[in-house]
């Protein structure tokens, strides 16, 4: 299998907490070698797919304890993940999780204020990118979320978009091995 996607078939949520759970893993081992770099992922699915569950579940697998709210209204969640509930970071991460699909202007994320975080260091999860129309900075994963004709099962794939992305995936390929 290629190194820059990674496909995992989901019948129940719990299988879906799973692969979060490794991505977080990977995740978490990067930041702790690049602390102070920035990482794009985008969230891409039809509506009901499992953005948001997945979203969850890959946030408090990074160490978040408190409740992970969607940011449907509001448009973007931000979350401190610290050393002592990360499984190893040396610093805090901040995590900022957008919601894009009530946004009726490609650019109201960027009049809203939160373009400075797509360039701090920490990590920016974008659910419904599309809305932005181009608008956004570039992404380093892509996980696209779809349903199977069994209501109760979700395939899950993540492409890597960048060189960052792929040393993600090769390490999320090697929890497998």
């Known amino acids: 299998m290629a190194q820059n996607i990674f496909i995992q078939h989901c019948r129940q949520e719990a299988e879906t907490t799973v692969v979060s759970k490794r991505l977080a893993l990977s995740i978490r081992q990067f930041f702790k070698l690049n602390p102070a770099t920035h990482f794009n992922i985008s969230l891409v699915g039809n509506l009901g797919a499992g953005k948001t569950t997945f979203a969850r579940h890959f946030i408090q697998s990074l160490g978040y304890e408190g409740p992970v709210k969607s940011p449907t209204y509001t448009l973007c969640e931000p979350y401190s993940i610290e050393p002592a509930m990360s499984g190893g970071l040396q610093h805090p991460m901040s995590v900022h999780h957008f919601d894009l699909y009530r946004m009726q202007d490609p650019r109201e994320w960027q009049e809203a204020g ?63 091995l």
């Open 114 to 176: 939160f373009v400075e975080y797509f360039d701090e260091p920490g990590l920016c999860l974008v659910e419904w990118p599309e809305k932005a129309e181009g608008t956004l900075p570039a992404f380093d994963l892509q996980i696209f979320l779809s349903s199977t004709e069994d209501e109760n099962e979700r395939v899950i794939e993540l492409t890597a978009l960048s060189p960052t992305g792929i040393v993600v995936l090769q390490a999320l390929h090697l929890q497998t």
